[in-house]
């Protein structure tokens, strides 16, 4: 059974910083992209980072460039999202989710990821 677990979630100042993680059981992900996603209160879901797996591929949303950056450890079937100078808008919950693997693209559509998180929230305060 595949399964994607993202512990690391809290409560945080603005212009604090935050480390997601998003470890992957039941199969190896190495060749699949893996993606942040989020999901505020009364929004729909957005694209946050995305990183291929190769790693040389990586993308993010104009809202959080160069405040977070994404990573993996395939080694560790892991990826994280390190999120630095964060703002209250980033409050929300962020789910972690995995393509089907061999693309050699990295997407923001949600319809392109078959593999999901249960989700973790993060809040930041002002």
């Known amino acids: 059974q595949v399964q994607l677990v993202e512990p690391g979630g809290g409560l945080v100042q603005a212009g604090g910083s935050l480390r997601l993680s998003c470890a992957a059981s039941g199969r190896t992900f190495s060749r699949n992209t893996m993606a942040w996603f989020r999901q505020a209160p009364g929004k729909e879901r957005e694209f946050v980072a995305a990183i291929h797996w190769s790693g040389g591929i990586t993308d993010y949303a104009d809202s959080v460039k160069g405040r977070f950056t994404i990573s993996r450890d395939n080694a560790k079937n892991t990826v994280y999202l390190q999120m630095n100078s964060l703002k209250p808008e980033d409050t929300a919950v962020y789910y972690c989710?995995?393509?089907?693997?061999?693309?050699?693209?990295?997407?923001?559509?949600?319809?392109?990821?078959?593999?999901w998180g249960q989700g973790t929230q993060v809040t930041v305060s002002s």
């Open positions: 989710a995995a393509d089907r693997g061999g693309k050699w693209y990295v997407s923001r559509r949600s319809d392109e990821y078959d593999y």
